[in-house]
């Protein structure tokens, strides 16, 4: 088991300045499963902030109890997963369209506009090692608009 496994398909918590992960329930049931043969936190290198996520799970007493889907992992905020994912389908409609429009060099204003603003819903939505952000990324078109956003 990774530790990048509880991140892969998570959203991002509500709270501004907290890295924790909230997983919705078809993923928590594999993760549980997952962190109850996971080894113990001090044989892990600590580099990021999943270790950090994975740290407070692990420190709670018999952890799978405790987690609960829709609820960060690391502070315990709850998040509107069903919002969440209405507004993450809703983005990458948009980001496809670009690249729709990329492909049949029909590229305005709009669409750019638009992909801009989803990239924004992406990463306030899920969380930051999310598997979709990261295809995201690799799409060419979608990555350079990115880089000329930050």
């Known amino acids: 088991v990774n530790l990048s496994d509880i991140v892969i398909n998570a959203f991002r918590c509500v709270k501004p ?3 924790g992960a909230v997983l919705e329930s078809r993923v928590l049931e594999c993760e549980k499963q997952k962190i109850k043969h996971f080894p113990s936190p001090n044989k892990v290198i600590k580099n990021d902030d999943i270790y950090e996520v994975c740290l407070h799970t692990f420190n709670q007493n018999d952890a799978s109890i405790h987690i609960q889907p829709g609820y960060c992992l690391k502070c315990g905020s709850y998040s509107d997963l069903e919002s969440s994912h209405t507004t993450v389908d809703k983005a990458l409609i948009c980001i496809k369209r670009l690249q729709d429009a990329i ?3 029909d590229i305005s204003n709009t669409s750019i506009s638009d992909a801009l603003r989803s990239l924004h ?6 969380h930051a090692y999310n598997k979709v952000i990261a295809e995201t990324r690799r799409g060419n078109p979608v990555k350079k608009l990115q880089d000329l956003e930050c």
């Open 17 to 19: 300045n907290c890295s």
């Open 103 to 105: 492909q049949s060099k």
């Open 121 to 126: 819903l992406l990463r306030s939505n899920l």
